[in-house]
């Protein structure tokens, strides 16, 4: 008699309890849930303000800040989501904290743009909020799952100093208050590589996180898309723009391409060194994606002039090759696959145009940034093997192990 699975329903009970969601059979291949796709949007916020506070100063101090912000808006999504890969239980009170998160990262984006300067206090009030959200879940976990108690351990540790530090610089000028940050930030993400061992009892679910990383890639790609459709709405349709607007969406398709390529398909190895390699990776990634996109806008409009300005330039080819090396570095390290010397010329090529390419019209410039980005696409593509779906890599490293 053929006995039916149980699905466990995973939106209809009003409380449920958390548990431990890796590493049982029941979960399977494991898909984001509403309220994670939901919660994804308000980094389309955080990620737009970013961008466009650097837009207006590209310079070495406009990139530094940007960078400095961006760490933790990017720490921010990384802390709820890690939480929802292991404890995910989409129910009344998952549901309300995880909104609240949301609200305190609307604050945290809306506090970009002066964040050094009288938007500093709200900044650091937001980020604490969002900090104290992801405490509470933890907290709520513990009451029935034992094992989670590591985590929480882990998370004071960070969440103690961090928060007082960010409380502190409040009372601080420049450039105390900005050092009191940089310290606090350090201390969050260093504690989660010194305590690892704390980690090896909750691993990561296989399917989930890639995922999650994925959708996070995709929503930094439409930045790019976004700068392509605002920078050419309006406009006269002028050929040389045009022309820009055109490469900057096969640039962004290009790299949208090697990315599900090269990581989309990589089952994480469960050590919990490969999955910090994987977490801490995709800040450049990210950040890369985010830089193109602000090139991509400044070559636009600057299709006409005879070369393409400093930082628009290091904006789009730095972000290239930033992009590039990051995929390659996780590819090697936390997928263990094999070392791709065409990675490496990408990353020199982009690298190359950023310092030479004022010798080159804006035109010129993003024409060769296209034609590597697409001949390493056609490469992949042609030297492309027949491969295992992720359920059949699962089922390998399950009978592997």
């Not at 129910?91 to 309300?96: C, K, N, T």
């Not at 206090?121 to 907290?139: D, E, H, K, N, Q």
Request: hydrophobic share 55%.
């Amino acid at each position: 008699m053929h006995q039916q699975t149980r699905i466990p329903p995973l939106t209809n009970d009003r409380w449920r309890q958390p548990r431990l969601r890796v590493d049982t059979d029941e979960e399977g291949l494991r898909h984001a849930s509403w309220i994670e796709l939901f919660f994804d949007l308000v980094f389309v916020v955080a990620i737009a303000e970013l961008s466009h506070t650097l837009e207006t100063h590209l310079s070495l101090i406009g990139f530094l800040q940007f960078a400095a912000l961006f760490v933790p808006c990017w720490w921010a999504w990384t802390l709820f989501t890690f939480y929802a890969d292991r404890y995910d239980t989409d129910d009344v009170v998952h549901r309300l904290l995880i909104l609240s998160g949301m609200l305190a990262i609307i604050f945290l984006a809306a506090n970009v743009h002066n964040a050094f300067n009288n938007g500093a206090i709200g900044f650091a009030l937001a980020y604490v909020a969002m900090r104290s959200i992801v405490l509470m879940l933890y907290l709520r976990t513990v009451q029935y799952v034992s094992i989670a108690r590591a985590n929480l351990n882990l998370y004071l540790a960070s969440y103690i100093p961090s928060t007082i530090l960010w409380l502190a610089s409040i009372a601080f000028g420049e450039p105390t208050r900005y050092i009191l940050w940089a310290i606090a930030m350090t201390i969050e993400l260093l504690t989660p590589i010194i305590g690892s061992r704390l980690l090896t009892g909750t691993p990561v679910h296989p399917s989930h996180l890639p995922e999650r990383f994925g959708l996070l890639t995709l929503i930094v790609l439409g930045e790019e898309i976004v700068s392509v459709a605002s920078t050419t709405a309006g406009g006269n349709w002028d050929l040389l723009p045009t022309i820009a607007a055109v490469f900057g969406f096969a640039i962004a398709a290009c790299l949208w391409w090697l990315y599900f390529n090269f990581l989309e398909t990589a089952v994480i190895i469960r050590g919990i060194r490969s999955v910090h390699v994987y977490n801490y990776g995709h800040l450049p990634i990210i950040m890369g994606l985010a830089l193109v996109a602000v090139g991509t806008e400044h070559t636009i409009h600057e299709a006409s002039h005879h070369v393409l300005s400093f930082g628009a330039r290091w904006a789009l080819c730095g972000g290239v090759a930033l992009y590039m090396l990051s995929i390659s570095v996780i590819w090697v390290t936390a997928c263990r696959r094999n070392f791709s010397w065409l990675m490496v010329a990408s990353v020199a090529i982009a690298l190359t145009l950023a310092i030479f390419g004022g010798l080159l019209p804006p035109l010129g410039l993003q024409g060769l940034l296209f034609a590597m980005l697409a001949g390493k696409v056609s490469i992949e593509i042609l030297k492309t093997k027949p491969t295992a779906t992720r359920e059949d890599e699962m089922i390998k490293i399950e009978t592997r192990d």
